[in-house]
């Protein structure tokens, strides 16, 4: 059964930290890009940050330098690393498999979506 499983995600004060875990199963993890998208209350959702096939990465402006996405195809797991985090990174976060990172920022030729992991970053 194909899955994208996410974990990871919780409330943290702003300034703080958070890893991002994204579990793949029942499909060839290796021939995939993987993206993180995040949707707000009463936004749409918005690419986030992938991380291609031979681990080329892309990153939205508002998360370039505190974010870090990896792969770790062994355990067919991407990770994203988020820190110095800010009232406004509240938010579902989704990951994504995808053919390509070319078009990152948008849900247009996503194969699979997760199921989505909350993170709230408030004092």
């Known amino acids: 059964q194909l899955q994208l499983v996410e974990s990871g995600g919780g409330l943290v004060q702003p300034g703080g930290s958070l890893r991002l875990s994204c579990a793949a199963s029942g499909f060839t993890f290796d021939w995939y890009a993987i993206g993180w998208f995040r949707q707000a209350p009463g936004k749409e959702r918005e690419g986030v940050s992938c991380i291609s096939q031979s681990r080329s990465t892309n990153y939205a402006d508002s998360v370039k330098g505190r974010f870090t996405i990896s792969r770790d195809n062994a355990k067919n797991t991407v990770y994203l690393q988020m820190n110095s985090l800010k009232p406004e990174d509240t938010a579902i976060y989704y990951c994504?498999?995808?053919?390509?990172?070319?078009?990152?920022?948008?849900?247009?030729?996503?194969?699979?979506w997760g199921q989505g992991t909350q993170v709230t970053v408030s004092s």
């Open positions: 994504a498999a995808r053919p390509h990172c070319r078009t990152y920022y948008s849900e247009t030729g996503v194969n699979y």
